[in-house]
């Protein structure tokens, strides 16, 4: 390899190695964001794998699934094998306010929904401070009573773990005031489901599992009463793979510490390799071409012989 074409490879090494931390950008709620807006503080003290590929491979006597406000959808053989996983006696955890969370909910056909409206109630549309939720002995080690920020109603065939106070309205048209066509009632905010020989657990507030959401009354002792729940003798699994995360090399895990640094050299190393690989096979391409494309002058007996008879 040329001096030149040695210089343009270690040129794109090292944007390749300046751009990683750039286009890696942790999601909301993602296990890797440790912003007030992740999981991570939640997740701390726990062990826990990402899962970023589909759901698929889940272990339904050995696994817990975290679901966290996903923001890319759950195709139809994804819905299954989540269906399937539980109804083997797996573990499950889905929080979200709407969007692809309320979809997953929806297609696992247990009769579970969220509702778009959120749960106020008017002390808490006043003063946000004010306990929203309440425990209903379902799971131990729940908070008698929990702030929760802008929850959406969970409904469905199932026992409620959290619910709002009686009263509480569903805020139809989000001007935090109750109105007279706004239904009332002690709506549920979390309800567990049993699929099967499993179960699953339908949050309406993924906040509750953020630390920011910790950091409202009783919201930290709710979600350690979740995740106990949810990973006790199992081993946690965390939905990664439909949070969309800016991240094309897969470099996340790496800048995260949850991957070692030498597999962000292998990758590193492989992507210089596969640059200077196609670089040299360009070359060689274009010059053979290059001496092809070059005009072979052709002999004429008559002109030469015409020149030899000239004068010097």
């Known amino acids: 390899m040329r001096p030149a074409h040695a210089l343009l490879v270690a040129l794109i090494m090292g944007l390749l190695v300046l751009s990683v931390p750039l286009s890696v950008r942790p999601a909301p709620y993602s296990m890797y964001n440790p912003g007030p807006a992740g999981i991570a503080a939640t997740l701390d003290g726990l062990e826990a794998r990402s899962l970023h590929g589909p759901l698929a491979g889940l272990d339904p006597r050995e696994d817990a699934l975290l679901v966290v406000a996903p923001r890319l959808g759950y195709d139809a053989g994804e819905v299954q ?7 083997a006696g797996g573990r499950a955890l889905v929080a979200d306010s709407g969007g692809m969370g309320r979809l997953l909910v929806q297609g696992l056909g247990i009769g579970a929904d969220l509702r778009e409206a959120a749960v106020f109630s008017t002390s808490y549309a006043k003063q946000p401070a004010y306990p929203l939720a309440e425990d209903q002995g379902v799971l131990p080690g729940m908070p008698e009573r929990v702030v929760l920020t802008g929850p959406v109603a969970v409904q469905g065939p199932g ?10 309205w569903l805020d139809l048209d989000n001007d935090l005031e109750p109105d007279l066509g706004e239904p009332r009632g002690p709506w549920p905010l979390a309800m567990r489901f049993e699929v099967g020989l499993g179960e699953v657990i339908v949050v309406g507030d993924p906040d509750l599992l953020t630390a920011a959401g910790a950091a409202t009354g009783g919201s930290a002792e709710a979600a350690e009463a979740l995740l106990l729940w949810l990973s006790a003798g199992r081993s946690l699994v965390v939905d990664e793979g439909h949070r969309a995360q800016a991240d094309p090399i897969g470099m996340a895990p790496v800048l995260a510490g949850a991957a070692p640094v030498r ?14 690989v196609g670089l040299r096979v360009r070359i060689r391409r274009i010059r053979p071409r290059r001496r092809r494309s070059r005009p072979t002058p052709r002999r004429d007996p008559l002109q030469e012989a015409v020149v030899a008879e000239l004068p010097p």
Do not use: C, K, Q
Not at 81 to 87: D, H, K, M, S, V
Not at 159 to 168: F, N, T, W
Not at 263 to 276: E, F, M, R, S, Y
């Open 263 to 276: 597999l962000a050299l292998a990758t590193l190393a492989v992507l210089a390799g596969a640059v200077g």
């Open 159 to 168: 026992d409620a773990v959290l619910a709002a106070h009686p009263y509480s």
């Open 81 to 87: 094998r989540f269906r399937a996983f539980l109804e």
